[in-house]
C-alpha cells in the first residue's frame, strides 16, 4: 500500500496559482487510481480531480473545470494539481488519495494524505 505525503500548499492571493505535489512511497504507484478533494471549514469534503493509471483520462468538478489540472508523474511516483484563477471559495484543506481496485472513479478511495492547506485571499 503506497503512503501519500502532500505538498505546495500556502496563501495565494485571488487570481493567482499554486501547485500542488503528492509523492507516493513504494514501487506500485502506476497501479493506482488518483484523487484531489477538498475541504473546506464546516463543510463536507467534495472531490476536485481525478486521473487514470497511466495519466491519459482525467475528470474534474464543475467548480474547477478550466481552472485545475491534475497530472501524474509514474517515474517519479508524484501527482500534480496545478491550480490557476484561484478565487476565495477555493480555500480549504487539500488531501490527495489513491486507490488499487475498481475502474476510474471519483469514489472509493482508500489510501489519503495527511492534506495541505489552500488559502485563497480576497
Do not use: H
Not at 484531489?36 to 464546516?42: E, H, K, S, T, V
Not at 473545470?65 to 480555500?91: C, H, I, W
Request: charged fraction near 15%.
Amino acid at each position: 500500500q503506497v503512503q501519500l505525503v502532500e505538498s505546495g500548499g500556502g496563501l495565494v492571493q485571488a487570481g493567482g496559482s499554486l501547485r500542488l505535489s503528492c509523492a507516493a512511497s513504494g514501487r506500485t504507484f502506476s497501479m493506482y487510481f488518483m484523487a484531489w478533494f477538498r475541504q473546506a471549514p464546516g463543510k463536507e469534503r467534495e472531490f476536485v480531480a481525478a486521473i487514470s493509471r497511466s495519466g491519459g483520462r482525467t475528470s474534474y468538478a464543475d467548480s474547477v473545470k478550466g481552472r485545475f489540472t491534475m497530472s501524474r508523474d509514474n517515474a517519479k511516483n508524484t501527482v500534480y494539481l496545478q491550480m490557476n484563477s484561484l478565487k476565495p471559495e477555493d480555500t480549504a484543506v487539500y488531501n490527495c488519495a489513491a486507490r488499487s481496485s475498481g475502474s476510474f472513479s471519483y469514489t472509493g478511495y482508500d489510501v489519503w494524505g495527511q492534506g495541505t492547506q489552500v488559502t485563497v485571499s480576497s
